[in-house]
């Protein structure tokens, strides 16, 4: 039998501001889950980098488009899911690829290297009404 687990669902315009409100809800979720500092700061890190690549890159800073946060737990694990309104495919493998060939001062492909060494799982979906990234850590 499946195990339960809670969520909390935000959705909020493509603007950097909510950036910050989604670390807010973190460090909420980091003190009721008991994260320890070196955990929470590397899914505080990997959640600041995803959400402003959905912002930026997937919606284009576009204020008419719209990012879904889902952070869902149990006591084994925490999971974020973020869907931006991108509705090009993008190839998350080749931009997986070209972040391991990078290391953490290149300019670019930094935060995919990040939310790699930091989160114990990731995973990548591009469809038709946008790109979705899953990210989990064990708690």
């Not at 952070?71 to 931009?95: A, G, H, M, Q, T």
């Not at 060494?117 to 899953?134: K, Q, R, W």
Request: net charge negative.
């Amino acid at each position: 039998m499946p195990r339960h687990h809670d969520t909390v669902l935000l959705n909020f315009s493509s603007n950097l501001k909510f950036t910050e409100f989604s670390v807010l809800v973190m460090e909420y979720l980091g003190n009721l889950l008991q994260i320890d500092d070196e955990r929470f700061f590397q899914i505080e890190i990997a959640l600041r980098e995803v959400i402003n690549n959905a912002i930026v890159h997937g919606n284009r800073s576009n204020p008419k488009k719209r990012v879904d946060v889902r952070f869902s737990w149990n006591p084994d694990f925490l999971r974020i899911r973020i869907r931006d309104e991108n509705p090009e495919k993008v190839d998350f493998e080749r931009i997986t690829r070209e972040a391991g060939e990078k290391d953490v001062l290149s300019p670019s492909g930094r935060g995919m290297l990040l939310m790699q060494n930091y989160m114990d799982s990731l995973s990548f979906e591009s469809t038709a009404t946008g790109s979705v990234i899953t990210m989990e850590k064990r708690l």
